[in-house]
Structure formats: C-alpha cells, structure tokens
C-alpha cells in the first residue's frame, strides 16, 4: 500500500481521457504530479485543476513520436528537481484498420507511441530508479493486451509487449512494483485519434467507446489499484469478461471476438 500524499507522480497521456482523469483523482489525494501529452490547452486545463487541489504540478508538452522532445521532458524534470516516485505511463493512440490494409509506417508509428516511448522514459530515468527505494510503475495496457481483436493488430501487439517488458523488470528488481492497469470501454475520445490504415485519424466517436465506463469512475479505480500495488486491474463494464473468457474458455473467446463489434 503506498501512501500517495505527498508522493511524486509523472502522468503520460495526461491532457486528455483516463491520464487527465488520473491526474486529477492524484491530485484530489494530495499527490503532487507532472503532467505530459500533446494538447498543451488541454493539459494546461488539467494542470490548472491539480493545482487547485494544493499540490505541486508542472506541465510539459511533449510528442511521444520522437525521441529528441521524450528528451527535452526529462530534463525539465530533472531541472525542476522533480523526484517521481510513480511513473503513470498511459498515453497511447489505437488503430481502426485490417492487419493487411494497415501500413507499415502506421505499424511503427503506434508500436513507438504505445510502446517504445515508455521503455524509452524509463532508461532515461535508469540511475533515478536504481537508486530509489521504491518506485512505483504504472502501466495503461488495454483488454486487446491480453488476446487478439479485429482492427488492432499493431494496437494489440504494443500493449501485449507492455506486458512483456514490464512485467520482467517488476521481476527483476525488488524496488520495482509494476501495476498493470487494463481497461476495456471508457468514454473517451480515444477512437478520434485512432491511426487508420493510411496514418490518417479516424475522427470518429466510436458507439461502443461512448457506452464505455464513465472516465472519472475509471480512474478512480486506477488510482485505487495504484494506492494498492496490484500487480494487474481490469477496469470496464461487461465487456471484462473477455478477458476471463479468454482465459478459461478459449474455443468461445475465438467464436465472440469474431462478432463483437470492433467499433
Ligand atoms: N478508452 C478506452 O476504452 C481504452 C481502452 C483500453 C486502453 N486504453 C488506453 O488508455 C490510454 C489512454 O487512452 P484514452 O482512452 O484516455 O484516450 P485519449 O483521451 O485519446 O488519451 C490518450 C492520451 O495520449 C496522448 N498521446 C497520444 N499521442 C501522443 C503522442 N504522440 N505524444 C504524446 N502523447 C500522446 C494524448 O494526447 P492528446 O490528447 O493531446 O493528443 C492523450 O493525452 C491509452 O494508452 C489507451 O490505449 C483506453
């Protein structure tokens, strides 16, 4: 169980969705954060609220395309002196498009947001994390982490490598508690910035993301699984059953996954 108050927490994905909403169950516990993502109106609003629960919060804008601004954020946390002791690594982009009718270029683009990025962020932090006492990571994976799933196929492969990669450094080093946090639907506008086949968004509000779990409920959790260290938490509605579906009883996981609707 870690005691939040006071803590330092560095929130990826935070101008939006499940990492704003994380951000703001953080700081509404007195957990001081910094804030990361691409909109920076939009994480100057998030930075705002934080603020005026009472804790320290800073903000960087920053592309998880590309390594040389990943680089730029660190050191203005390292200049500011902020010591995170929670690393929420959530920010992400999904995928509207067939395996086959998906480009390459579009493959690496999410594969480098969704994954590289994190792995990247936390080498950057390799002296920090071996020195610290504890560090807590916090890993935003997905359902489509656990099995396959129409329209996803380079969106399902960065979050199954998540769990690989994570997983086996929680293993690795005692200071390390990695805690998976696997959504299925929340309301967000993830599906607007979802990379079709071509690279180019897809701009629309999926009916099955709207019906999603509402985002502030989610993060709740989130953070409720964070305070705790669990190793993995499923956050969603019905749908989490898949996952145990999956699970136990794949010859009908394979027969469902075929008919749900991707969108
Ligand atoms: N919503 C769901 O149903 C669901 C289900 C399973 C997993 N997830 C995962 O939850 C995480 C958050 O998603 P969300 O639903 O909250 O969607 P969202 O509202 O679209 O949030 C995604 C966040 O990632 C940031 N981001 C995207 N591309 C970036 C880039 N190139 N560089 C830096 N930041 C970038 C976005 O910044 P901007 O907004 O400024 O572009 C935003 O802050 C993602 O990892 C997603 O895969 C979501």
Same mark, same amino acid.
């Given at each position: ?16 969705? +499940? ?6 169950? &953080? #700081? ?7 804030? $990361?993502?691409?909109? !920076? %109106? ?92 504890? +560090? ?6 997905? &359902? #489509? ?7 996803? $196929?380079?969106?399902? !492969? %960065? ?105």
């Amino acid at each position: 169980m870690i005691d939040l108050r006071g803590k330092n927490a560095i929130v990826t994905g935070a101008s939006s969705g +499940i990492g704003a909403a994380i951000a703001r169950q &953080l #700081a509404r516990e007195k957990c001081n954060v910094f804030l $990361t993502g691409l909109g !920076a %109106s939009q994480l100057e609003n998030t930075l705002q609220y934080c603020k005026s629960q009472g804790v320290a919060a800073y903000c960087k804008e920053c592309n998880f395309s590309d390594f040389n601004s990943i680089d730029l954020l660190v050191d203005d946390i390292k200049a500011k002196d902020f010591s995170i002791d929670i690393f929420v690594l959530n920010a992400g982009i999904s995928q509207r498009e067939k395996g086959l009718e998906t480009s390459f270029e579009t493959d690496r683009s999410i594969m480098q947001i969704n994954y590289w990025s994190s792995v990247y962020i936390i080498k950057k932090f390799r002296e920090h994390i071996l020195n610290a006492k504890h +560090i807590n990571i916090s890993v935003t994976t997905s &359902l #489509a982490g656990l099995f396959g799933f129409p329209l996803r $196929t380079s969106y399902c !492969a %960065s979050k199954h490598a998540l769990f690989g990669f994570f997983e086996s450094l929680d293993l690795e080093y005692p200071n390390i508690a990695v805690t998976f946090l696997i959504p299925g639907r929340i309301n967000t506008e993830i599906s607007k910035s979802a990379l079709m086949g071509d690279g180019k968004r897809y701009e629309k509000m999926d009916p099955g993301q709207s019906k999603g779990l509402d985002v502030d409920k989610a993060a709740k959790k989130a953070v409720n699984a964070i305070r705790k260290e669990k190793h993995r938490k499923l956050i969603g509605k019905g749908e989490l059953l898949m996952a145990h579906i999956n699970r136990y009883i794949p010859c009908l996981y394979y027969k469902l996954a075929k008919i749900i609707s991707p969108t």
